[in-house]
Structure formats: structure tokens, C-alpha cells
């Protein structure tokens, strides 16, 4: 201020004049380049969204209006008729019913049994810790194709300890139902498991040991402190286990093809309504009702996760966050 007070009229007024110039272009430069930003935000958002629009728009078309080349994807004639051929190839609502229980029963299974791994790895040293990791991590290379013979030999010849041969007298087939999914999921060996030890193992190694020591002075064992302390600051990376576990095991189809044998689960009747649109049983059936058929059925599979994760969303970034997990 001093400086500028100093200088000549002339010579103010030609300083002012330069400061407005540049303050003008720099306003110039950041308007364009927020302007191109949001333009190339706005057309990846547009890629990314413009498949599910398509097939939101194609589930109210009309039989007629797929038949129609002239019509796109705003409808002459509303019509719910694709929607309801397809809940009902799919059965629908007792598809959902069935994926639901089976769902929140292996999440929450998943998330208790990883939950006790990860703490043991994570305040508990031991001979070969580092080692057990080790193996806990090369299981996300692994492909389930890789184990896919042995695990159904496993489960098509249950012998676990001899117990069912002593009571049985002979080994029992629990491939056929959801007695699989459970097993994994309380064992901890479960479709990625070990990317959730992974995450929670990251949380408590986060966590100060004071909370540890405090819980001891109060007369609290292992279990207590575990139980009472630690388990309650977990609560959203918990929350975001059973988000992932979910939604993996809500489109899974190795599993879901190997042990359900074409029951009444999302993932199957999907599957199955893909092939009953493009058998040529039906003259009446045109490649673009066949598509509209399967559209649907996407949308009517991935709804209920959309919901979910409006719904955890806090949990779920919160718990993002916190698990040591970057890019």
C-alpha cells in the first residue's frame, strides 16, 4: 500500500489498470477450464448412465413399439407388459425372497468369522504370522475356477472329522442346498474373504493400544476387550464388509451355479431368463423384445442394490476411509 501511495496518478492508474487486466484473464482461465471439466464429467457420467437409461426407457415400450424401427426410447404407447413377462420368467418375488435371506445370512456369517481373523492378525503376535498373511492374501490371485473340482469333491463327500461316517457310515452330499454357503462363510474361506481380512486387519492395526490396556486394568480378558471395546469402534468398516459381502454374493454365479442347482435365486433366474427370450419357440418374440426382456431383467436384478447402497452409503465411505485402502 505504502509503495503504490508513492507512485505518480499516471503511474497508479497504469498499475490498476494491469492488475484489473490479469485478475480478468486468470477469472477467464478458471471459468474455462471449470467449464471443461464439468463437460468431460458430464459425458463420462453420460457413458456410464446411458446403458441403464436405455434399457429403463426400452422396459416401457409397448410390443408394438419395439416392433416399430421409427421409435427409440421415448414410447408411443406406455406399456408395462415387458416388465411383468419378465418378473414372471424370472419369478420374481420369490427369486428376491430367496437371495435375500441367503445374502444378509452369508454377509453377516462373512463379517463375524473375518472379523475375529483380522483381529487375531492384527494385536496378536505369534510364530508364522507373517507367513499365515501371506497366504490369506495369495488367495485374491487364486480364480475359483482353480479350486472349483476340489471344493464340490469336498462338499459332494462331507466327512468333516469322521463324524458323519461314524453316525451316517458314510460320508454325506451337502453340495445341494445352502449348507456350502454357510461353511464358508463361518470358516472364513468364503468368494473374497481374504480381501476382507485384509481391510479389517488395516482397521484394528489402526486402533491405540490404550484401548487395550485400559480394557486389562478393568478386569476385562481377551474376549471382553474384544467384545466390549473393539468391536463397537468397528462398527462401520463392519458395515462395510456386509456391504461387499452382499452385493458379491447378490450377482454371484460360480457359486450360486455349483451349489443351488438351478434354484429359485436371482442370479439363476437371470440366467434362465436370458435363454427362454432367445429360444425360437415364440414367432411372435423379435430381437428387440428379446433384448427388452433381458434389459429388464438386469435392472430388476441390480434395483434392490441400488437401493441398498443409497442407504449405506455413510457406512460405506466411512468405512472406505478408514480400511488403508487408496486408489
Keep these: 500500500m505504502e509503495a503504490t501511495e508513492k507512485m505518480p496518478v499516471k503511474k497508479q492508474s497504469r498499475f490498476a489498470r494491469k492488475m484489473r487486466s490479469k485478475m480478468a484473464k486468470s477469472g477467464l482461465v478458471q471459468l474455462s477450464s471449470n467449464f471443461l471439466c464439468h463437460v468431460i464429467l458430464i459425458g463420462i457420467v453420460f457413458m456410464i448412465l446411458f446403458p441403464f437409461i436405455e434399457k429403463l426407457c426400452t422396459m416401457f415400450l409397448s410390443y408394438e413399439d419395439l416392433a416399430d424401427t421409427t421409435v427409440q426410447y421415448v414410447p408411443k404407447n406406455w406399456s408395462l407388459d415387458t416388465l411383468r413377462e419378465t418378473m414372471e420368467a424370472m419369478k420374481y418375488w420369490t427369486s428376491l425372497t430367496h437371495t435375500v435371506l441367503l445374502c444378509v445370512l452369508s454377509s453377516v456369517l462373512q463379517t463375524l468369522s473375518c472379523t475375529l481373523v483380522a483381529y487375531g492378525f492384527a494385536r496378536y503376535k505369534f510364530p508364522g504370522r507373517g507367513i499365515l ?142 435363454i427362454k427370450a432367445y429360444l425360437p419357440n415364440d414367432t411372435r418374440i423379435t430381437p428387440n423384445y428379446r433384448e427388452a426382456l433381458v434389459g429388464t431383467g438386469i435392472l430388476l436384478v441390480i434395483a434392490p442394490l441400488f437401493l441398498l447402497y443409497l442407504v449405506g452409503q455413510r457406512f460405506f465411505v466411512q468405512g472406505i476411509s478408514q480400511s488403508g485402502i487408496v486408489g
Design 133 to 274: 498373511f501371506a497366504c490369506v492374501l495369495l488367495v485374491l490371485l487364486i480364480p475359483p475356477q482353480v479350486i472349483m473340482t476340489s471344493l464340490f469333491m469336498n462338499f459332494s463327500f462331507f466327512n468333516f472329522l469322521g463324524l458323519p461316517t461314524l453316525i451316517a457310515g458314510a460320508p454325506i452330499n451337502i453340495t445341494k442346498g445352502v449348507w456350502p454357503f454357510i461353511l464358508m462363510s463361518v470358516t472364513a474361506i468364503a468368494f473374497k474373504n481374504s480381501l476382507y481380512i485384509y481391510m479389517l486387519r488395516q482397521f484394528f492395526r489402526g486402533l491405540p493400544t490404550e484401548i487395550e490396556e485400559a480394557g486389562m486394568i478393568d478386569g476385562s480378558g481377551h474376549f471382553g476387550v474384544f467384545f466390549r471395546l473393539m468391536l463397537p469402534n468397528a462398527v462401520p468398516m463392519m458395515v462395510t464388509i456386509v456391504l461387499f459381502a452382499f452385493s458379491w454374493q447378490w450377482t454371484d454365479n460360480y457359486y450360486s451355479a455349483l451349489f443351488l442347482d438351478g434354484g429359485e435365486f436371482l442370479p439363476l433366474s437371470l440366467q434362465l431368463n436370458a
